[in-house]
């Protein structure tokens, strides 16, 4: 069974600051696709980012960049220049073949303050 | 990115009544559609898988005769919480694959409450 482990529940960081979310996961499948959603108090699930791990080259969205580290399965989430928005749950996602559901971390929850 | 909408957003609904909730792909066709329930404060719990066109594809320990999935377009997927009870409250997400992103995308969620 492929499990993804975030070990951070609760992360606090400045505006305009940088954080890092962590995240790692355990799978023997050679192949497959790693996810950072964000869901606000809205509730919304909201795709941040995603890296395939056959791509070598770790994936950016504007202020969202991760650092995808496949020997020691790792894929941890940067946030730089944090705004008020950018206060959410943050989970990270993994799932071994396209189509098939997801295993969610349990969470990290981040508080970006003024 | 793509759209996928839910409705109803809220419900408030009378024990032993039957509820659907709708999940649309609004901008592709989605030949599965996933169905979670979430807790407050926790993770997702995957509910079951929707092909459209075959049966769905339940979790350990999800009575499919009590949540009834039907997957009868490639962009609309509903949920029926049979004979609700108050133990079903939650928020209820779904989420639909676009395969040409390798990608699911979620619905806003139906937070359901059984009096």
């Known amino acids: 069974a492929q499990t993804v482990t975030q070990s951070q529940p609760e992360m606090s960081v400045q505006e305009a600051e940088t954080v890092t979310l962590s995240c790692t996961y355990d799978?023997?499948?050679?192949?497959?696709?790693l996810f950072w959603y964000k869901q606000p108090p809205s509730r919304q699930m909201i795709l941040v980012i995603r890296?395939?791990?056959?791509?070598?080259q770790n994936a950016t969205e504007n202020r969202f960049s991760v650092n995808f580290q496949k020997a020691a399965k790792s894929f941890s989430l940067k946030i730089s220049d944090s705004q008020l928005g950018d206060t959410a749950m943050y989970f990270c996602?993994?799932?071994?073949?396209?189509?098939?559901?997801?295993?969610f971390g349990k969470g990290t929850s981040l508080l970006v303050t003024p | 990115g793509a759209v996928v909408s839910q409705h109803p957003s809220w419900v408030i609904c009378k024990s032993g009544t039957s509820v659907k909730i709708e999940c649309r792909s609004l901008?592709?066709?989605?030949?599965?559609m996933f169905w979670y329930r979430q807790f407050p404060k926790q993770s997702l719990m995957l509910m079951a898988t929707?092909?459209?066109?075959?049966?769905?594809?339940?979790e350990q320990g999800v009575e499919k005769d009590k949540f009834l999935i039907n997957h009868a377009s490639l962009t609309l997927s509903t949920l029926t919480v049979t004979s609700a009870h108050p133990e079903d409250s939650s928020f209820y997400i779904c989420?639909?694959?676009?395969?040409?992103?390798?990608?699911?995308?979620f619905g806003p969620g139906t937070r359901l409450l059984v009096l």
């Open positions: 901008d592709f066709q989605a030949t599965t």
């Open positions: 890296q395939e791990a056959y791509k070598q």
């Open positions: 799978t023997s499948e050679s192949n497959y696709y």
């Open positions: 929707s092909n459209e066109g075959s049966k769905a594809t339940y």
């Open positions: 989420s639909a694959h676009l395969n040409r992103e390798e990608t699911q995308y």
């Open positions: 996602a993994f799932v071994a073949l396209s189509g098939y559901a997801l295993n």
